[in-house]
């Protein structure tokens, strides 16, 4: 079997009370609730390969942390086929549990006023990890995340960075074959997140690990995944290579031009969108039909020193998926 | 098995992480056993007293009874059920090759453990200080009853707890008080462990007897006593082994509901 996770017709729905403000709100709630569906996915499909690094992407609200709770076995879905390794999450069979692990990126799984490395031990146990296997896994993960020094402090005492990265030691001792990451990288600095990503990317590669990965952060999804799933609204507007995202949502391309000498920006504005200038630095916007017209004109008409046409950047073009427009497109 | 010995190890770290707080307790339950004693002892200051059938001698082998039996069947750390399925912390439990009912037995294991040792020790200090007249248990076929009927109890008691914590899978926001009222109210009152339920009427007696409540505290500490014996001894057993089958069917029943109407909020 090559498919490590198959989404058929996956529909969610949540059920919530609304609730009136207000004492006499609070007792009419009581005794005659007023219910709401929320449908947080509307009838999503996909599959992934064995060893594929997906990343999953949307606005918030999409659906993603419910998509991977359906898929850990959390939640009962309300229509559609789950199926994970060839199983039906929600069994959450022991066997099925011992392959796969859900991070999020808000979660504890660590004992709060204990030391980190208790938790380890407790995993091994509950997960019946070999003594040997169980040393080795966490010689690797504490060193590649290098947290040597934290594992005998008590977890309340840690930095919220600290601690992620103690969490994942926590959710990949039992070297799963899916990874399901759910922002994994939220609330870190800079190098914190680096090191997470360098490691999400060799965890990959070295134990051909499944892993389906949502996250705000654009570096992480860029850095990591070549095929990424966009969601909205709980549907999937777009299903494929990062790369055909941006070809087919990016509406311009980016003109940079090195001016040799200060002309009158006004002139400039007739061929694109000024985005920046900085002189001698001047950024451009133009359709990207006419990117090669654009170009051949400033080339012709201006004292321009150096050229370069650009794709748009990968988070513009994002922004233009979330704000809606992409769905226009993708009805077409 | 030896997963739910590290559940036990880990449990047992965990109480002692919160010394003070655990100690605190212990003082509020000691203070609560003197008060208690005090009443009683007040009662029948008249040595050659008998009330209900109870003597000087026995009713404070009752109030030290329900010290003992109290800390061993009512003291539970399924109790955080309830805030554990309203935080959202269940997810962690859930996404783990292990039962999530084990998990929590063993934790109620642990911490039983725990205060069983602290029980034994306030009730030297009490027995030293209180010099109160006690009644010894010899004869071993009520003493045999008598640990059944804890270990009966300590069954019930579980499930009952998991049922009222249930409650969050619905109505998030009712979890603590339907809890409160449950054990606090009900168990406190009609397990016997604020008053002998022999002192009540005997319509409302054989309605109780029928409920599993007495069997939490009343009915193990009579037997203990030995006013309960032969014939009633195993017809009260029966009666708890009922309770413990059935609650624990109907409890299985309403967690697999609760599971799937379950929405994994607050995270
Ligand atoms: N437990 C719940 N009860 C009711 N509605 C819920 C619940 N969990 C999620 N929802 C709703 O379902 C929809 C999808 O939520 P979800 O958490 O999957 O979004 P998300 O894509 O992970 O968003 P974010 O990027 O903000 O994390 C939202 O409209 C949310 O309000
Ligand atoms: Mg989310």
């Known amino acids: 079997m090559d498919k490590a996770i198959l989404v058929d017709h996956l529909v969610k729905n949540f059920e919530v009370t609304e609730k009136t403000p207000g004492l006499m709100g609070a007792f009419s709630t009581l005794l005659s609730p007023k219910k709401k569906v929320v449908r947080a996915l509307k009838d999503i499909s996909f599959s992934v390969s064995k060893g594929e690094l997906v990343g999953f992407i949307g606005p918030n609200g999409a659906g993603k942390t419910t998509t991977l709770k359906v898929l850990s076995g959390l939640l009962y879905p309300t229509a559609g086929i789950t199926q994970v390794l060839g199983f039906d999450p929600w069994e959450r069979r022991p066997e099925y549990l011992k392959r796969i692990s859900l991070v999020m990126g808000q979660k504890n799984q660590l004992w709060w006023d204990l030391p980190a490395i208790e938790t380890f031990e407790l995993n091994r146990a509950i997960y019946e990890i070999p003594k040997k296997v169980y040393k080795e896994s966490l010689d690797e993960l504490v060193t590649l995340l290098e947290v040597e020094k934290l594992l005998n402090i008590q977890v309340r005492r840690l930095s919220l960075g600290q601690r992620m990265r103690l969490e994942l030691v926590a959710a990949l001792l039992h070297q799963p074959e899916i990874l399901f990451l759910d922002e994994p990288t939220i609330g870190l600095d800079l190098v914190a997140q680096e090191k997470i990503r360098n490691f999400i990317y060799d965890y990959n590669r070295k134990h051909s690990a499944t892993i389906l990965l949502t996250s705000h952060n654009m570096d992480d999804v860029i850095d990591l995944a070549r095929r990424v799933i966009v969601i909205d609204d709980g549907r999937i507007i777009f299903d494929g290579i990062l790369d055909e995202l941006i070809a087919r949502f990016a509406k311009e391309k980016i003109i940079k031009l090195t001016l040799t000498k200060e002309i009158d920006t006004k002139e400039l504005e007739k061929i694109g969108k000024v985005k920046s200038i900085q002189f001698p630095e001047v950024i451009l916007r133009v359709p990207r039909s006419a990117a090669a017209v654009a170009a051949s004109e400033l080339l012709q008409s201006f004292p321009v020193g150096d050229l370069t046409i650009e794709e748009e950047d990968i988070e513009d073009v994002i922004r233009v998926v979330f704000r809606g427009e992409a769905k226009k497109l993708s009805r077409k | ?267």
């Open chain 2, 1 to 267: 098995m030896k997963k739910y010995l590290s559940v036990f190890k880990i449990s047992f770290a965990q109480e002692f992480a919160y010394r003070l707080n655990f100690i605190m307790w212990r003082v509020r339950n000691v203070m609560q056993i003197i008060l208690v004693f005090f009443l009683w002892d007040t009662v029948f200051s008249n040595p050659g007293r008998v009330l209900f059938g109870y003597d000087r001698a026995k009713i404070l082998t009752y109030v030290f009874g329900i010290m003992i039996v109290k800390s061993l069947v009512l003291s539970a750390r399924a109790a955080d059920v309830a805030g554990d399925i309203y935080r959202g912390d269940i997810m962690n439990h859930l996404l783990k090759p292990m039962s999530y009912f084990k998990f929590w037995f063993t934790r109620d294991i642990s911490s039983k453990a725990l205060n069983l040792l602290f029980a034994v020790g306030e009730f030297a200090f009490l027995f030293i200080i209180l010099r109160p007249p006690f009644f010894l248990q010899t004869d071993l076929l009520a003493l045999f009853g008598f640990f059944l009927s804890i270990a009966l109890a300590i069954f019930i008691y579980f499930n009952l707890l998991f049922m009222t914590s249930s409650i969050p899978f619905w109505a998030p926001e009712l979890g603590w008080g339907s809890h409160f009222l449950i054990t606090a109210i009900v168990i406190e009152f009609l397990s016997g462990s604020l008053f002998p339920i022999d002192i009540l009427p005997l319509t409302i007696q054989k309605i109780l007897f029928i409920s599993p409540f007495p069997y939490l505290i009343f009915f193990p500490i009579q037997v203990y006593l030995g006013r309960i014996s032969g014939s009633v001894l195993l017809g009260g057993l029966a009666i708890s082994l009922f309770w413990a089958i059935t609650l624990w069917l109907v409890m299985n029943f309403i967690w697999n509901k609760g599971l799937r109407a379950y929405q994994a909020s607050g995270r």
